[in-house]
């Protein structure tokens, strides 16, 4: 049976993201990962299907590390603030004979050398390189899985029949390949089943570490606000974070103020934080002030989270990626059928 609220009203314009199933997320995933798609579902006009793609995480991880994760990205994206209204959320492997299948009859519409010649592909190539995984940067001795991942990105996107796509520019060369498969396969059986997708530019923020050598990221906790960290744990962080002498201002600074405004809503302390960075560029000495604001915005934020979090256990998680995946289901079984037809079997 059709559930009604997750039927999709055709004025609206679909929107597709994913979500990779890594958790102990910090405030540079949250910034730069979900509030961004969390401002998408804020538009009435959007109808925003968001996927845990965990079938692509097979490419470069363990499946075992992989399995717990892939149903706390859900948790996680709720307790921040997804709603089963406004977002159909959805594990990729919950409709993995649609997808796969759909992968498999649009890959003879792109070549070995076209996936090859993906940047993505030749900078994961080095990477493994660099960390000592791989003794060659030649992309054909990529995985067949690493190889292939466009076509896989290509079908969940045709799924779904959502021509935006949420994602960083840096995917732009896989959606210009999603848009060629689309047109090839178009044309041969005279048809306009498969979408012609391209990005929807999202307000992504880059935050950087707490000592400012590079970004944030959970691989350096120690500076890194964590959503599991403790309030004490993140006001020590914070107070050891590395700021900028009076009256001068960098990229860690600018950063750190971005982050603590983005964090809360309250007004007046939105205006302290304003205050505070013109009299630090008046010279005067506030970092220790800013860092205790900073401090309280944090410990309500992740006091929020924490309370949030276990309401979106297990029976919410199994509820909403219920109906999330049914709606997916549904789409991505008329679009496959629909190909078949002009297939002719
Ligand atoms: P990861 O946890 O590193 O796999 O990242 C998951 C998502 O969060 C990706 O879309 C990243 O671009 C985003 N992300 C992670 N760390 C940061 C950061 N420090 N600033 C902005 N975005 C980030």
Known sequence: ??????????????IITG????SDLTVGN??????????????????LYVFVADLHGLTDHDPRELAP????????????GLHHLNAHMYLQSDIEPEVVQIANRIAPYVSVAELARTPNLKEKMQAAVRDGKSDSEDATRANFALLGYPVLMAADIFAQKTPLVAVGQDQEPHLELARTIARRFNSAFDTDILVEPKIF??????????DGKGKMSKTNPTQAIMFTDDPDEARKKIKGATT????????????????????????DQLQKLAELRATHMGGMQVMGDFKDLWGDITEKMLETFRKQRPIYMENDVDWYRQIGSRTAKENAT????KMKEVMGF
């Open 244 to 267: 900028a002498s009076a009256g001068d201002w960098n990229d860690i600074l600018e950063s750190h103020f971005m982050v603590a405004s983005e964090t809360t809503q309250d007004a």
């Open 69 to 80: 994760y892939r149903t706390e990205v859900i948790s996680d994206a709720r307790a921040l």
């Open 30 to 47: 949250y910034l730069g990962a979900i509030k961004p798609v969390l401002d998408i579902q804020q538009d009435k006009n959007n109808d």
């Open 201 to 210: 530019a999202v307000n992504s923020l880059r935050v950087l570490s707490l």
């Open 19 to 22: 979500f990779r199933p890594t």
């Open 1 to 14: 049976m059709t559930n009604p609220e997750s039927q999709p009203t055709d004025e609206r314009q679909r």
């Open 334 to 337: 008329e679009v496959l059928s």
